[in-house]
């Protein structure tokens, strides 16, 4: 058998390299070779918060664009050599949660993660790909690898955030916490038709990208409780949707008292640390107030992919804007991660280029 090396959890608060066999190929499946990949917070919360429990050895990542190097023979669509954007999110596409419209979810909740959840993940010399003609995109010749590789996730669950708050043409919206994927949501936002948009945060270049992506109020945690800020700033009105991209338990209150009767919060902040999410019971109407919240995990599929690449394509949106630290060779790929880890005030995301 073919070894290979990957950059892997070998336990909880512990990484480094381990040397595996290269993954077996099924008849619908492909096996393939990363050519830019990046790392990601959920990296980090597996890792040194056990938000997903304990892995032993397992390969890290979950962001990858890539090159074909073996499919199954049941493949129809992909060859060896086929450039691929590569979703962080690898359904079960005949699963019966699928068919019900929650792909993510398919044989258990968030059983459509799979890249460093149940098996290994994108950041080794190969990488498996269950269903690659459901599962996989061809990158089109226009867009950058390092480009592409922040439409499997990032883009994909900040899109998702601004979809599931029903944002409407002319609605106020909120974006708590402008990481890279409170910034896509700033994007998706702005694309859906939003006219005032929120967006809290204070890193100076994540304000720059965020004005650039359609922000049109930055909001300064640091200069008190944001609810009261953009109450304010809506003459007590509040806004017709807000998107939780970031903070912690505290955060909740504040989203709900910032939101209209009616309105919708959407979930798309990686929830760690605590075992109880806090909601105010009077300004949510005691309950009743219609404000609902919606929750997800990032779509994938190929599908996904193709219309994410489609939207950059016809200068919709910039996913390029998110790249703030390029490392080239696998080998970086530890650098990287640390990168995350640390998040210095200049980083938005890293990415790591891999000749071909």
Request: glycine share 10%.
């Amino acid at each position: 058998m073919t070894k290979f090396t990957g950059f892997a959890m070998k336990r909880l608060n512990e990484v480094g390299w381990v040397e595996k066999e290269k993954p077996e190929c099924g008849r619908r499946d492909a096996i393939v070779k990363p050519l830019a990949l990046s790392p990601c917070t959920s990296d980090i919360h597996t890792v040194w918060e056990g938000a997903i429990g304990d892995r032993k050895d397992m390969i890290l990542g979950h962001e990858a664009v890539g090159i074909i190097d073996e499919v199954g023979p049941d493949v129809k669509d992909f060859k060896p050599g086929d450039k691929v954007i590569v979703p962080a999110i690898t359904p079960d596409w005949e699963d019966e949660a699928a068919q019900r419209g929650y792909s993510s979810q398919t044989t258990e909740p968030l059983g459509g993660w799979k890249f460093s959840n149940f098996k290994d993940g994108v950041f080794g010399e190969y990488f498996h790909v269950n269903l690659a003609d459901a599962n996989l995109a061809k990158l089109p010749e226009s867009i950058e690898p390092e480009t592409a590789a922040m439409l499997s996730d990032m883009f994909s669950t900040g899109i998702m955030g601004a979809e599931n708050a029903k944002i409407k043409v002319g609605s106020t919206v909120a974006v708590i916490g402008i990481g890279p994927v409170g910034l896509s949501a700033v994007a998706g936002a702005a694309i859906l038709g939003a006219s005032r948009l929120f967006a809290v945060g204070t890193r100076p270049n994540c304000v720059d990208v965020a004005k650039k992506y359609g922000a049109t109020d930055i909001i300064n945690y640091k200069e008190g409780p944001i609810d009261e800020q953009i109450r304010d700033a809506t003459d007590g009105a509040g806004v017709d949707a807000v998107i939780i991209a970031g903070g912690n338990m505290d955060t909740w209150p504040q989203a709900v008292k910032m939101a209209k009767a009616g309105s919708k919060i959407s979930n798309i902040n990686y929830l760690s640390g605590a075992d109880v999410v806090p909601l105010p019971r009077e300004a949510w109407g005691c309950g009743m107030a219609n404000i609902d919240i919606n929750t997800g995990l990032c779509p994938g599929g190929r599908v996904r992919m193709e219309r994410l690449a489609s939207l950059v394509e016809y200068g919709r949106i910039k996913p390029e804007l998110l790249i703030t630290h390029r490392f080239k060779g696998l080998e970086k790929v530890e650098d990287a991660l640390m990168l995350m880890k640390d998040k210095p005030r200049d980083l938005i995301k890293p990415v790591v280029s891999i000749k071909e």
